[in-house]
């Protein structure tokens, strides 16, 4: 099954972009994912090919007009999940992102002006998305750090077919620091224990500073990770010597 990607923009050109360059782009010359981007504006059913109008109660900018972007939509929906990239959306984790790897691929809606009519929203399945707390001004490179997180978890794509577990986030914890030759800049040498070549010890020295950082870097992923240990309470070793 290959992971296929539809993209609705006004701006297509945008499209593969950062994507069609390293492991993305590599991905998509040998078809191992597919990208489309499809122009919003062909759906425009006026003289003037008009996708936006002002928003009703008055203010600032245009609005995207549902009964527009619905044509787009339903002329390629496919049962494919379907997201809008909204910062009104749910946080994109990368737990969604696993998932979204794992099926068939995705309907991406990239907004532009002040966003999409929310009636829209009401009358389709979609799945409105954010990837932070930060306004951009347009869903465009909201779409591409979508798709880049996904692509890169598709079989064959990333490199080391285990580089994809220890990751950030993929234990509910930031990842361990890293460290290559040479073994001295600037005064500054890397840690002993991962030149011992003790796999043990490296083991157990990764796994603290990816729960020192995380804890330090990310209280609120901390609580989570700590939390989600099946109802536990914390441990004595949790609370001593770490605070
Ligand atoms: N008026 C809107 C912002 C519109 S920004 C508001 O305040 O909520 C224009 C478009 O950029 C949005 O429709 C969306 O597609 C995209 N965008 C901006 N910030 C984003 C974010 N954090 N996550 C995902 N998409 C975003």
């Not at 296929?4 to 701006?11: G, W």
């Not at 996708?51 to 049962?79: E, K, N, Y």
């Not at 068939?104 to 954010?130: N, Q, S, T």
């Amino acid at each position: 099954m290959t992971f296929r990607a539809t993209i609705l923009t006004l701006y297509p050109d945008m499209f593969p972009g950062p994507l069609g360059h390293s492991l993305a782009g590599r991905a998509l010359a040998e078809a191992k994912w597919t990208l489309d981007a499809i122009n919003i504006r062909d759906s425009a059913t006026d003289r003037h090919r008009t996708v936006d109008d002002t928003p009703a109660g008055g203010g600032a900018g245009m609005v995207l007009r549902a009964d527009v972007v619905a044509r787009a939509l339903d002329a390629i929906a496919d049962g494919r999940p379907v997201l809008a990239m909204t910062p009104r959306g749910r946080p994109l984790t990368q737990r969604r992102v696993r998932d979204l790897a794992a099926g068939p691929g995705a309907i991406v809606l990239c907004g532009r002006f002040e966003g999409f009519d929310e009636r829209l929203f009401e009358a389709r399945a979609i799945e409105e998305v954010a990837i932070g707390d930060y306004v951009l001004s347009g869903g465009e490179m909201a779409a591409l750090v979508l798709l880049d997180a996904c692509v890169r978890l598709l079989p064959g794509v990333m490199g080391a077919a285990s580089s994809g577990d220890e990751e950030s986030f993929e234990s509910g914890l930031l990842e361990y620091p890293h460290y290559t030759r040479p073994n001295e800049w600037e005064g500054r040498t890397i840690p002993d224990v991962l030149r011992s070549g003790d796999h043990a010890k490296v083991a157990a020295w990764r796994k603290r500073r990816a729960e020192d950082d995380t804890r330090l870097r990310r209280p609120d992923l901390w609580e989570r990770h700590v939390g989600a240990r099946v109802g536990r309470p914390l441990a004595r070793s949790d609370e001593e010597g770490r605070s």
